[in-house]
């Protein structure tokens, strides 16, 4: 951590608040408590199990690709003990405090990172943009949700629901698809369409690349718009059209074949179930929160786990597993998979929907822990090389 990698503290935190959110399902099934955990558990898990994942691979990949001071010990436990407090509010129901304090830190982040950026030495991939973009809507999405809060009356009819769809959905989806241009190539061994000649001056090429992220980009918080408007269909239409169409363009994985190991299966399961989802979501919206777990559980919760995997390999001496079969990471797709099963068709069986709810927490809790024990450890491994 003191040299820089704040991923090493900021992975395992993330991984224990994202077993605690999903926790709260079968405690409330198995009556252990009284609490109902619909409106706490989704903040839990973005702003504190995706905030930490987010911020540990942002906080140890910018400063390597400008060439700026790595982010130092102090700011890394300064941000897992933020975000893990975060989450605390958030579980013990003080949604005003979590939202406000998640607020402060992705602005803190936001800051760090800015003015690093003042000693950059290189360019960015003109896909950050997006990047960007999705913690402009953390920053919007927050702020949005607290003052909704405190305010309830005085804001317009609107703010809530578009503020949550930037927080719960821009805030992971748009740098999913800014880094995941820049990282997934790799994964499949595609040529990389964000790679520039090293240069402190915009090379050739690179702003009309940006361009095509910031018109995706715009493209998913217009969807959000239209589904605020009550437009939902052609909301969720718009976001799935988006994604195809930006990760057809930038990461073609359709060219790659099936091999690439263990890894590359997980990428292929993600970036099948996030547009598939929303795809769902344009043909059925009255099944919102059923489809949505499609998008979260397959698409970015799985996502997240294995770009985490290739980042803790890769700076712990293991980068000859890239491309291997690593049975953790196959039972934790296994789980994963079968935890979307489990919560998807609870919503069609209202009799056993809760025990439902507790079996598809205990899947993923379960892959999570076999990734945790079997992969999470490479955290405290140097890579000297």
């Known amino acids: 951590m003191a040299a820089g990698e704040p991923f090493r ?32 558990h989704p903040r839990v898990m973005i702003e504190g199990f995706i905030g930490c994942f987010v911020t540990g691979f942002l906080a140890t990949a910018l400063p390597r690709l400008l060439g700026v001071p790595k982010v130092s010990i102090y700011e890394s436990v300064g941000f897992s003990a933020a975000l893990a407090w975060t989450a605390w509010l958030h579980y013990s129901g003080r949604t005003l405090w979590g939202d ?20 950059r030495q290189d ?8 990047v960007a973009m999705g913690l402009l809507s953390a920053l919007a999405g927050s702020f949005g949700l607290a003052a909704s809060q405190v305010a309830p009356g005085l804001s317009p009819e609107w703010v809530m ?29 595609l040529p990389n369409r964000q790679s520039f000649p090293e240069s402190l001056a915009l090379p050739p090429g690179w702003k009309l690349r940006a361009a095509f992220a910031a018109a995706c980009g715009l493209a998913v918080v ?14 969720y239409g ?14 073609p994985v359709h060219q790659a074949g099936f091999g690439g190991g263990s890894l590359a299966l997980g990428l292929r ?4 179930a996030i547009p598939l989802g929303y795809i769902l979501l344009a043909l059925m919206p009255g099944r919102t929160f059923t489809f949505l777990h499609v998008v979260f559980i397959t698409g970015f919760s799985l996502l997240t786990f294995t770009v985490a995997t290739r980042v803790v390999l890769g700076h712990s001496g ?11 990471v196959l039972v934790l797709c296994a789980l994963i998979c079968l935890a979307m099963f489990a919560r998807v068709t609870a919503d069609w069986m209202p009799k056993v929907q809760m025990s439902h709810y507790a079996y598809a927490s205990v899947a993923w809790i379960s892959g999570v822990l076999i990734w945790g024990v079997f992969v999470l450890p490479g955290v405290a491994k140097a890579d000297e090389g």
């Open 161 to 189: 629901p578009f503020a949550r769809l930037l927080l719960f959905q821009g805030f992971i989806l748009l740098p999913i698809m800014g880094i995941g241009a820049f990282l997934l190539p790799r994964f499949f061994g």
């Open 269 to 272: 399961i993600a970036l099948f």
């Open 9 to 40: 503290l900021l992975f395992p935190v993330g991984a224990l608040i994202g077993i605690i959110g999903v926790m709260m399902w079968p405690l409330y099934a198995w009556k252990v408590t009284g609490v109902y955990p619909g409106p706490l």
């Open 100 to 119: 406000l304090a998640f607020f402060c830190t992705i602005l803190t982040l936001v800051f760090l990172l800015a003015v690093r950026t003042l000693f």
């Open 123 to 130: 360019t960015p991939p003109p896909a950050f943009v997006l």
């Open 222 to 235: 217009a969807s959000f718009a239209l589904q605020v408007a009550g437009f939902m269909r052609w909301g």
């Open 238 to 251: 718009l976001r799935a059209f988006a994604i195809l169409v930006y990760f057809f363009r930038e990461v």
């Open 318 to 328: 293991q980068s000859e597993k890239f491309r291997a079969s690593l049975w953790p």
